[in-house]
């Protein structure tokens, strides 16, 4: 019996759904298996905002982030729904004002000046980067592959190998779902709570990662600024805690004076597919069952957006390669 597809993209989030989109631009027939739509994910409630939030520097990780800054920049010029270059500060109280290492990946990060930094802060850094409003952007992405012929199966499935129904080739997107479908427990939930507030008329981001009260980041988008955030390990709860959403609105409140009595629009909570060990991104050497070649891409914790193209570009060479 012939195949149906070339390939099936296990996951429906922002990994799974790049994924697919470039394996049927490479010339696949590609279908994608989800239990969930792509508006019930976890990419559904991210803040999409490109930073390496919590990611070791590695060469082929410094690759993914600047191919993905790329692509998302080509995606604002072309008016790409949901995308958008914004301006970014991130704030400084240490005395460490080392460049990051994922600098280069941008064209325009500078320090700030002394003039442009007030107490309690010592330092900082300005540059611009994609926001991605996930709302409009994975409608988006969606509709594109649909329209390209891909097909979305809603169907929740136990284990890997009984992907191999679909298609011969197989990756493996389901971010946390990998602790069950084979057996990795490094992944782990990373609880992320946000505010959404009604935007008083702010344009650029801005971040203060050293709080001691907690990561603190102001994301404006068109109608709305995102408020955060929290990473806690081992969180499973998706249930919106009113004290943390006081806390994360006196911190953010207490950095930018001018969201002071902005309404109150929403509260969300997702759950960051964080691998201790950083991303498995490789070719599985035993795959399961019918599968004749497996690829993994996951456990991207809180920098799914910011790595997403990258990891698609390189998933689609490991299937391409001869076997």
Same mark, same amino acid.
């Given at each position: 019996?012939?195949?149906?597809?070339?390939?099936?993209?296990?996951?429906?989030?922002?990994?799974g759904?790049?994924?697919?989109?470039?394996l049927?631009?490479?010339?696949?027939r590609?279908?994608?298996?989800?239990?969930? @739509?792509?508006?019930?994910?976890?990419?559904?409630?991210?803040?999409?905002?490109?930073?390496?939030?919590? =990611?070791?520097?590695?060469?082929?990780?410094?690759?993914?982030?600047?191919?993905?800054?790329?692509?998302?920049?080509?995606?604002?010029?072309?008016?790409?729904?949901?995308?958008?270059?914004?301006p970014?500060?991130?704030?400084?109280?240490? &005395?460490?004002?080392?460049? @990051?290492?994922?600098?280069?990946?941008? &064209?325009d990060?500078?320090?700030?000046?002394g003039?442009?930094?007030?107490?309690?802060?010592?330092?900082?850094? %300005?540059?611009?980067? &994609?926001?991605?409003?996930?709302?409009?952007?994975?409608?988006?992405?969606?509709?594109?592959?649909?329209m390209?012929?891909?097909?979305?199966?809603?169907?929740?499935?136990?284990?890997?190998?009984? %992907?191999?129904?679909?298609?011969?080739?197989?990756?493996?997107?389901?971010?946390?779902?990998?602790? =069950?479908?084979?057996?990795?427990?490094?992944? $782990?939930?990373?609880?992320?709570?946000?505010?959404?507030?009604?935007? @008083?008329?702010? $344009?650029?981001?801005?971040?203060?990662?050293?709080?001691?009260?907690?990561t603190?980041y102001? /994301?404006?988008?068109?109608?709305?600024?995102v408020?955060?955030?929290?990473?806690?390990?081992?969180?499973?709860?998706?249930?919106?805690?009113? %004290?943390?959403?006081?806390?994360?609105?006196?911190?953010?409140?207490?950095?930018?004076?001018?969201?002071?009595?902005?309404?109150?629009?929403?509260?969300?909570?997702?759950?960051?597919?964080?691998?201790?060990?950083?991303?498995?991104l490789?070719?599985d @050497?035993?795959? &399961?069952?019918r599968?004749?070649?497996?690829?993994?891409?996951?456990? /991207?914790?809180?920098?799914?957006?910011?790595?997403?193209?990258?990891?698609?570009?390189?998933? =689609?060479?490991?299937? /391409?390669?001869?076997?």
């Amino acid at each position: 019996m012939r195949d149906r597809f070339d390939a099936v993209v296990v996951g429906a989030g922002v990994i799974g759904l790049t994924t697919a989109l470039r394996l049927q631009q490479a010339g696949s027939r590609v279908a994608v298996v989800t239990a969930e @739509p792509p508006g019930e994910t976890t990419s559904s409630v991210a803040a999409a905002v490109w930073y390496p939030t919590r =990611t070791r520097f590695e060469p082929r990780v410094l690759e993914w982030a600047t191919r993905t800054h790329d692509e998302f920049t080509r995606q604002a010029a072309d008016g790409v729904p949901g995308v958008v270059m914004r301006p970014t500060r991130m704030l400084l109280r240490g &005395p460490n004002h080392d460049i @990051p290492w994922w600098a280069s990946a941008l &064209p325009d990060l500078r320090v700030l000046r002394g003039d442009e930094v007030r107490a309690p802060f010592s330092g900082g850094w %300005a540059f611009t980067v &994609p926001t991605v409003e996930m709302s409009h952007y994975l409608p988006w992405i969606q509709h594109t592959f649909s329209m390209a012929g891909g097909t979305l199966i809603h169907r929740r499935i136990d284990a890997l190998e009984q %992907a191999g129904v679909w298609a011969p080739v197989v990756v493996n997107a389901s971010g946390l779902a990998t602790r =069950t479908l084979c057996g990795d427990t490094e992944v $782990r939930p990373a609880r992320g709570q946000l505010v959404l507030v009604a935007n @008083p008329g702010l $344009r650029t981001s801005v971040r203060d990662e050293d709080n001691a009260d907690g990561t603190t980041y102001i /994301h404006p988008r068109s109608t709305d600024v995102v408020l955060g955030g929290t990473f806690e390990i081992d969180e499973w709860d998706i249930t919106p805690s009113p %004290a943390t959403a006081a806390a994360i609105l006196r911190r953010c409140t207490d950095l930018l004076p001018e969201l002071a009595g902005a309404p109150v629009l929403g509260h969300q909570v997702g759950l960051r597919p964080f691998r201790d060990s950083g991303v498995r991104l490789e070719a599985d @050497p035993r795959p &399961p069952g019918r599968i004749r070649r497996l690829v993994h891409n996951y456990g /991207h914790g809180g920098a799914g957006v910011t790595l997403a193209w990258g990891c698609a570009d390189a998933v =689609t060479t490991l299937v /391409h390669q001869p076997r």
